[in-house]
């Protein structure tokens, strides 16, 4: 193992063993008496009203694929505009091609009605 990884490698063992130490030695030191009102789901101080399991429509799924999408064009918007001066034209040229791709998907994705879960 080179040497540059040991620190890391100490600093994951110690946090692991200080995890798994926390968890051992809370099971026979703390306090657990369950009761038939501790059970119940709990959810924002209401009783649960129906059941448990609710089916979503598939289009609030790919609603959350395309927002993690956006999310991750704008993580890599921020270091090419922190390197704008250094990466010159071929790297304008690249982030135009980037953002190029992006709202063509964008622009398909609204035709084919892919955008519809956000009205309802």
Same mark, same amino acid.
């Given at each position: 193992?080179?040497?540059?990884?040991l620190?890391?490698?100490?600093?994951?063992?110690?946090?692991? +063993?200080? +995890?798994?130490?926390?968890?051992?030695?809370?099971?026979?030191?703390?306090?657990?008496?369950?009761?038939?009102?501790?059970?119940?789901?709990?959810?924002?101080?209401?009783?649960?009203?129906?059941?448990?399991? !609710?089916?979503f429509?598939?289009?609030?799924?790919?609603?959350?694929?395309?927002?993690?999408?956006?999310?991750?064009?704008? +993580?890599?918007?921020?270091?090419?505009?922190?390197?704008?001066?250094?990466?010159?034209?071929a790297?304008?040229?690249?982030?135009? !091609?980037?953002i190029?791709?992006?709202?063509?998907?964008?622009?398909?994705?609204?035709?084919?009605?892919?955008?519809?879960?956000?009205?309802?």
């Amino acid at each position: 193992m080179s040497a540059v990884y040991l620190p890391i490698f100490v600093m994951l063992l110690f946090s692991g +063993a200080l +995890a798994g130490g926390m968890l051992l030695f809370s099971m026979p030191f703390g306090p657990y008496n369950p009761t038939r009102v501790k059970s119940e789901p709990f959810e924002c101080g209401c009783r649960s009203i129906g059941p448990n399991r !609710v089916r979503f429509s598939a289009q609030f799924y790919i609603l959350a694929i395309l927002l993690v999408v956006f999310d991750i064009e704008a +993580a890599f918007m921020f270091p090419w505009a922190v390197l704008f001066s250094k990466l010159g034209l071929a790297g304008f040229i690249e982030m135009l !091609v980037f953002i190029g791709v992006l709202v063509l998907g964008f622009v398909y994705l609204w035709r084919s009605g892919g955008l519809d879960a956000l009205d309802k």
